[in-house]
């Protein structure tokens, strides 16, 4: 019933996470939690096959995409890759645009770009046609996660309140169907903010 979108590292357990059994879980693990655009620009895609086998055949009637703290990928977005990771220079321009501009990032901006990647990759799931025609027609829910590692907590965007919070605090909890947040929407609270 639920396609997991999470990030490759090995402290990202989307069964613990979840308490979900086998079988409950069509699990997509990437560098970043990231969701390749729909227009095949970029060649083959393990990640896009899946969101469509996902959405076409098993039904799906929600998608997570979980990204964590400390995440190796949105480090990168903010150093120097090895010349030698052609593949991984190429995969982590669809982080690109969470970056902030900053020189030298610190753990406040960090996690600020750890949690825009989340809900990039939600916009960017919407340009998937059977995405986009299931979440308007009310039978599939985007879901943005943000897994705090070192609390074991998982906080979850909050469409209303346009930012992450803890999910036992979440008004909604996370629900979609996801809709794109006004910029007007955004709370000046700046524990919330993107």
Not at 171 to 180: F, H, K, L, R, S
């Amino acid at each position: 019933m639920t396609l997991f979108i999470g990030c490759s590292d090995s402290r990202l357990v989307p069964y613990l996470l979840t308490g979900a059994g086998p079988g409950e879980l069509f699990l997509v693990r990437n560098v970043g939690a990231f969701v390749p655009p729909h227009d095949q620009s970029q060649g083959f895609h393990g990640t896009a096959a899946a969101i469509e086998f996902a959405v076409l055949n098993l039904s799906v009637k929600r998608i997570v995409v979980c990204g964590h703290s400390h995440c190796g990928a949105i480090r990168a977005l903010y150093g120097d890759v090895s010349p030698a990771a052609k593949h991984l220079s190429q995969w982590l321009e669809l982080g690109r645009e969470a970056a902030l501009p900053v020189a030298e990032p610190g753990p406040d901006v960090l996690r600020r770009t750890e949690q825009r990647a989340v809900v990039l990759q939600l916009e960017r799931l919407m340009d998937y046609p059977m995405v986009r025609e299931r979440v308007e027609s009310g039978a599939l829910a985007l879901h943005g996660w943000h897994y705090v590692i070192e609390d074991g907590e998982v906080h979850v965007f909050d469409v209303q309140r346009g930012g992450f919070v803890p999910a036992a605090q979440a008004d909604n909890a996370g629900t979609g169907p996801y809709v794109a947040h006004q910029p007007e929407a955004l709370q000046d609270d700046e524990s919330t903010r993107l």
